[in-house]
Each structure stands twice: as C-alpha cells, then as structure tokens.
C-alpha cells in the first residue's frame, strides 16, 4: 500500500514538473501577440544591416549630406511647405486635424511639415529626427520616441519606409498618442523607395496588422514626394 501511494505521489509530482514548463511556453505564445516584421506579408525588410549601429550610419549618410541638406532648406523649403499644407488643409476639413491639436511630425529631418503645420493654425508643432533641426526639430529615435505616453492628438510621418522594426515604429506612435488621437502615413505601395529605405512596403494589409490599438479611418491616392498613398488610423484603446 505504501508503495502505491508512493508512486501515486511521483507521478504526480512528474505530471506537474512537466506541466509547468509548457504552461509558461503556452502563456508566453498567447502574449507575444505583434508577429516580426518578417512574418507578416506584404511587409519586407532589407537585408544588410549587421546591427542597429549600421543602420543607424547608413541613415545618418543621408540626413547628413551636406548637399541634400543645403537643398531641403533652400529649394525644396517652400515647394514642401505648401504642399504638406495643402494635405493638412485636407486633413482638417474631414475633422481628422485641428488648430487646438498637440502634433508630431515622426522623421521631419529640417522641418518643413512641421511649419507646415504651423503655418495652417496648427501652432503647438513638433518634429523628431535623428539630426536636430531647432526650433521645429528635436532629436529623437522614432524606435524610441522621446516623449511621455499619451501626449500627442495627431501624428503624421512620410518615413515609415526607413522603420528597421516596422512593429516598434508604429507601437511608438499608438503609445504617445492619445484615445481618439489621428495618425497619418505617407508610403509608397505602387513605386519602389529610394537606396535608404529599411522596408518595402507591398499593400495596405501589413499596416492594418501593425496598428493593433486603431481602426482605419480611410486611404486615398496622393503625390507626396515619391511617395504614392495616405493611410490614416484612429487610436481607439
């Protein structure tokens, strides 16, 4: 009878050894809800990049070219101005943008959404960019945005393609924004991005995965510098 109950007691003891392991592996599964950039179709990332340190360089030769620097804040200065205010003029008519929001523009390099915004009544404006650009720019990592959650009510971006982790991308973007708070990208699906994009980006779907805390509000055709669709989101948890 002992030995029974002593074999009783083992097994038991063995079912819950074993049983426990695979609970966690179960529990750890059903949390890691976001798939990898990887594994989500339509959403390619380039290969290349052997640490966040090179990609880091490799977006910084562009940001920091003094050519193309020298051209954003003279020639292309104005002709940019007035198209993103046009797009945000746009915007605030459909209700999805206002003089009173708190607004981020995510990759501004020197600026020109940003006074874009301001210019069209949209004063309390803010840029991020690797590089600096003061007074509309700040310096800050769109993997790692530099700002308390829940702070902005629009956020708008025409980088999305430089995202080396697309999913940390947006999950920045769904944590400073507040409930109800609108975000707008500026992609290219139908063309191919330049030589510094980090992902290719082959529809809509992708997107619509990503942004698990909000609901698409709408997609439409526009000619943004090379980029080809403006897809807007709703926070909504």
């Known amino acids: 009878m002992k030995l029974t109950h002593k ?8 079912f819950f050894l074993l049983f426990i392991p695979l609970f966690f592996l179960f529990i750890s599964q059903q949390t890691t809800k976001n798939p990898s950039p990887s594994s989500i179709p339509g959403l390619k990332i380039r290969p290349g990049f052997t640490s966040y340190d090179s990609y880091i360089k490799h977006q910084l030769n562009k940001t920091l070219n003094p050519r ?22 746009d915007l605030k008519q459909k209700s999805l943008l206002s003089n009173s929001s708190k607004a981020l523009c995510v990759g501004a390099r020197m600026g020109q959404e940003v006074e874009a915004l301001r210019r069209v009544g949209v004063s309390d ?18 993997h790692r945005q530099p700002f308390d959650d829940e702070t902005f009510d629009f956020e708008f971006s025409n ?16 944590r400073t924004l507040r409930i109800g708070g609108v975000c707008v990208l500026h992609v290219a699906i139908s063309t191919r991005s330049d030589k510094y994009s980090a992902n290719d980006l082959l529809s809509v779907d992708p997107l619509k ?6 609901k698409l509000v709408h997609v439409r055709k526009v000619d943004g510098f090379g980029l080809d669709t403006e897809i807007v989101f709703k926070k909504i948890k």
């Open 68 to 89: 193309l620097r020298e051209i954003w804040k003279t020639r292309d200065w104005t002709r940019k101005i007035q198209v993103f205010s046009s797009f945000f003029n």
């Open 209 to 214: 995965k990503l942004f698990r805390r909000s």
């Open 7 to 14: 074999k009783s007691k083992f097994f038991i003891i063995s």
């Open 125 to 142: 404006s803010i840029g991020i960019d690797l590089v600096p650009s003061p007074p509309l720019v700040v310096h800050g990592d769109f």
């Open 159 to 174: 980088v999305f393609d430089h995202a080396l982790y697309p999913e940390k991308f947006v999950g920045e973007i769904e």
